[in-house]
């Protein structure tokens, strides 16, 4: 079966996240380090390339897994709604290990004595493979990762 091909009786669950978290820096140096190709490369847990495309659009490969489901997702990922340095708007889709991602992530920060307080909420819809393991699993995973990369930033900061 080709990547990306999925059978007729496929599931598919719908996510939503939404958080928040301070990172020790000025507004306008968390949002360049957010849009930032080898800042993410680093803080994206797995990210193997995050290669620029054209204005805001970036290609994306990266070592994933949940459960016993590992291998390569290869993706895009497309900034828009872009109001420096207080918000952005993402559009990512990926393939990969006989599963796909699509969804949306918005991402708002302010800043308060000198740290930035960054507010995210988004929602994706997985379906596969991975799609499989069930929506408890996927949210772990996703919390994880999320924990992971923030904390990354931090250390960046």
């Known amino acids: 079966m080709p990547i990306g091909a999925l059978p007729v009786d496929a599931k598919i669950q719908v996510m939503k996240v939404e958080g928040s978290t301070t990172i020790p820096a000025p507004r306008d140096r968390v ?3 957010l849009l930032d190709p080898e800042v993410l490369k680093r803080a994206v847990s797995g ?8 204005e805001g659009v970036y290609r994306i490969k990266m070592s994933a897994g949940i459960a016993s489901i590992r291998g390569r997702m290869e993706g895009e990922v497309q900034v828009n709604e872009s ?8 559009a990512m ?8 991602v699509d969804g ?11 740290a930035t307080h960054v507010a995210y909420q988004g929602e994706a819809t997985v379906g596969g493979m991975i799609a499989a393991v069930g929506s408890r699993m996927i949210e772990l995973a996703v919390k994880k990762a999320l924990g992971d990369f923030f904390e990354k930033l931090k250390q960046e900061a």
Do not use: N, Q, V
């Open 31 to 33: 949002f360049a380090m």
């Open 47 to 54: 990210c193997e390339d995050f290669i620029p495309t054209g």
């Open 83 to 90: 109001r420096p340095p207080e918000h952005y708007r993402l």
């Open 93 to 100: 889709k990926g393939k990969g290990m006989g599963s796909f």
């Open 104 to 114: 949306w992530a918005a991402i708002d920060l302010t800043e308060a004595d000198g």
